[in-house]
């Protein structure tokens, strides 16, 4: 099975700062079939870019994602109060469909 | 509006079965795919299971493969996940999720599973 590997474990950040979070594969993702989630406290996740570059219906055009074969990073280009939170890269190119183990951002 | 709502969790004492439920509502489950991804307390994600839409073919983690069995009831409407052999490691929210392509684009809030005697 792929592994996803995400660094960093936790990224502590000011609002207003760029969050830049790596997702690492241990083989290259199939059509760049890799997806981002973000999960807060109590609730489920939320999907927020599929295909490693394509948002999500709703989601802000701060979040983007970018990256290719084994290196995909999401980023958040200008963290707002409701951004803090843990997330997830997912690749779902080959069964069984792998997460990574997650980042955490938290408020500096 | 897509609503997903899972049911079915409890305690349960290892080797014993559960059987989760997933009421979707909004779309139709034989219409796309779906999945049960699973979140041990304090824990990430674990995708635990697939059916897909077109043929129902179903897809299983290494975990519980030969254990768990992932179904669909088209006339009610709702996924089921049959969980046997249960694990101490097994315990976790359990959510189910209608996949738009192979991501999981709708989640249900989850349902808690304990395996505990």
């Known amino acids: 099975e792929i592994v996803l590997t995400q660094s960093p474990g936790t990224l502590s950040l000011s609002p207003g700062e760029r969050a830049t979070l790596s997702c690492r594969a241990s083989?290259?993702?199939?059509?760049?079939?890799l997806a981002w989630y973000q999960q807060k406290p109590g609730q489920p996740p939320r999907l927020l870019i599929y295909?490693?570059?394509t948002r999500a219906t709703g989601i802000p055009d701060r979040f983007s994602g970018s990256g290719s074969g084994t290196d995909f990073t999401l980023t958040i280009s200008r963290l707002e109060p409701d951004d803090f939170a843990v997330y997830y890269c997912?690749?779902?190119?080959?069964?069984?469909?792998?997460f990574g183990q997650g980042t955490k951002v938290e408020i500096k | 509006e897509v609503q997903l709502l899972e049911s079915g969790g409890g305690l349960v004492q290892p080797g014993g079965s559960l059987r989760l439920s997933c009421a979707a509502s909004?779309?139709?489950?034989?219409?796309?795919?779906m999945s049960w991804i699973r979140q041990a307390p304090e824990k990430g994600l674990e995708w635990v299971s697939g059916?897909?839409?077109?043929?129902?073919?179903?897809y299983y983690a290494d975990s519980v493969k030969g254990r768990f069995t992932i179904s669909r009831d088209n006339s009610k409407n709702t996924l089921y996940l049959q969980m046997n052999s249960l694990r101490a490691e097994d315990t976790a929210v359990y959510y189910c999720?209608?996949?738009?392509?192979?991501?999981?684009?709708?989640w249900g809030r989850g349902t808690l599973v304990t395996v505990s005697s």
């Open positions: 999720a209608r996949d738009e392509g192979w991501e999981h684009g709708h």
């Open positions: 059916i897909d839409e077109s043929d129902g073919s179903t």
């Open positions: 997912q690749q779902v190119a080959f069964s069984p469909r792998t």
């Open positions: 909004g779309f139709t489950v034989n219409s796309d795919g």
């Open positions: 295909d490693a570059s």
């Open positions: 083989q290259s993702v199939t059509n760049n079939f």
